[in-house]
């Protein structure tokens, strides 16, 4: 056993915390998200300033279909609510809980990505292409950026489950559970600013 | 290993972790959340700038429900966390108000 392992065995209360190291973790990941907040936010402003020029392109209220936009929300909400009982199965110590509701995620997080290159392929055929327009370029570069934000984290956590597999839950893979749980929610938050700026703003007319 | 495992669930009884019921609620009120602002654009019925406003105001009641209960920013021990993702969202903040007001001026 390591050196990190406590003496009776046992995990403490909140092993994500436990160590120095977690706690520093956790931290540096949330200044980490203040970052990612300025990236997106930069990528907002780009969007909404170059919304209206769609030059020969489509606009937006012709592009976007509602229920598709809803069914992708959904998905990822629901994610986002199972990788929170992933780091509630951490807190309570049980593996293979918290290993079934990060496969849960993933796989949810899979079927919002499909949704999304399905989507993406479909606007291509309607005439909207990366360079059609510089509305549609700002379009493709923040929905692009979170789609590979959603795509890293299920990269990210499918590794962090191998390894659940191979090393359980100690003081040390506690912490990168929830991080990864973490970053996952802010996934989340950043479509929920998707889908009500780009989807719902640009229905209206 | 039974007996290890009777010993884990009372190590988590008597820290009195937080169960899973404060999530769902916030699930819940995040759909609905949602359903409103979808609704919203489906009847649209309303003056362009007034449901913007209805939109932005959903959008971020239902940011700061997720970050509290979701991303534990409520629990103690999270104020340079505040601090460090405050400071990213008043940096974002001040470029997307930029882009909306000042771009084509």
């Given at each position: 056993?390591?050196a990190h392992?406590?003496?009776?065995g046992?995990?403490?209360?909140e092993?994500?915390?436990?160590?120095?190291?977690?706690?520093?973790?956790v931290?540096?990941?949330?200044?980490f998200?203040?970052?990612e907040t300025?990236?997106?936010?930069t990528?907002?402003?780009?969007f909404?300033a170059?919304?209206?020029?769609?030059?020969?392109?489509?606009?937006?209220?012709?592009?976007?279909?509602?229920?598709?936009?809803?069914l992708?929300?959904?998905?990822?909400?629901?994610?986002?609510?199972?990788?929170?009982?992933?780091?509630y199965?951490?807190?309570?110590?049980?593996?293979?809980a918290?290993?079934?509701?990060?496969?849960?995620?993933?796989?949810?997080?899979?079927?919002?990505?499909?949704?999304?290159i399905?989507?993406?392929y479909?606007?291509?055929?309607?005439?909207?292409?990366f360079?059609?327009?510089?509305?549609s370029?700002?379009f493709?570069?923040?929905?692009?950026?979170h789609?590979?934000?959603?795509?890293?984290?299920i990269?990210?956590?499918?590794?962090?489950?191998?390894?659940?597999?191979?090393?359980?839950?100690?003081?040390?893979?506690?912490?990168?559970?929830?991080?990864?749980?973490?970053?996952?929610?802010?996934?989340?938050?950043?479509w929920?600013?998707?889908?009500?700026?780009v989807?719902?703003?640009?229905?209206?007319? | 290993?039974?007996s290890?495992?009777?010993?884990?669930?009372?190590?988590?009884?008597?820290?009195k972790?937080e169960g899973?019921?404060?999530?769902i609620?916030?699930f819940i009120?995040?759909?609905?959340?949602?359903?409103?602002?979808?609704?919203?654009?489906?009847?649209?019925?309303?003056?362009?700038?007034?449901?913007y406003?209805?939109?932005i105001?959903l959008?971020?009641?239902?940011?700061f429900?997720?970050?509290?209960?979701?991303?534990?920013?409520?629990?103690?021990?999270?104020?340079?966390?505040?601090?460090?993702?405050?400071?990213?969202?008043?940096?974002?903040?001040?470029?997307?108000?930029m882009?909306?007001?000042?771009?084509?001026?």
């Amino acid at each position: 056993m390591s050196a990190h392992s406590h003496a009776d065995g046992q995990l403490p209360h909140e092993p994500e915390k436990a160590t120095l190291e977690g706690r520093n973790k956790v931290l540096g990941f949330w200044l980490f998200l203040g970052g990612e907040t300025v990236l997106f936010g930069t990528l907002f402003s780009a969007f909404l300033a170059l919304r209206h020029q769609v030059l020969d392109g489509p606009p937006a209220h012709e592009l976007f279909s509602l229920p598709l936009v809803a069914l992708a929300t959904a998905l990822l909400l629901t994610s986002s609510l199972t990788s929170v009982f992933a780091v509630y199965a951490l807190h309570t110590h049980r593996v293979k809980a918290l290993i079934g509701w990060l496969i849960v995620t993933v796989v949810l997080g899979l079927g919002f990505l499909g949704l999304e290159i399905y989507e993406f392929y479909h606007y291509v055929h309607e005439g909207h292409g990366f360079t059609t327009s510089a509305f549609s370029t700002s379009f493709y570069t923040l929905v692009g950026f979170h789609g590979a934000h959603v795509a890293f984290g299920i990269l990210w956590i499918s590794l962090i489950i191998a390894q659940l597999m191979k090393k359980g839950l100690t003081v040390v893979t506690a912490p990168k559970v929830y991080v990864a749980g973490m970053y996952w929610h802010f996934i989340d938050v950043v479509w929920v600013f998707i889908f009500t700026v780009v989807y719902l703003m640009g229905k209206v007319v | 290993m039974a007996s290890n495992h009777t010993a884990t669930e009372e190590n988590a009884k008597r820290h009195k972790v937080e169960g899973p019921k404060k999530h769902i609620i916030a699930f819940i009120f995040s759909i609905l959340l949602t359903f409103i602002a979808f609704a919203t654009v489906i009847s649209g019925e309303i003056n362009k700038d007034f449901i913007y406003i209805i939109l932005i105001g959903l959008a971020i009641l239902q940011v700061f429900v997720q970050m509290a209960f979701w991303m534990h920013m409520k629990d103690r021990g999270h104020t340079f966390a505040i601090i460090g993702i405050l400071t990213g969202v008043f940096i974002a903040s001040t470029c997307v108000i930029m882009a909306e007001y000042w771009a084509w001026w």
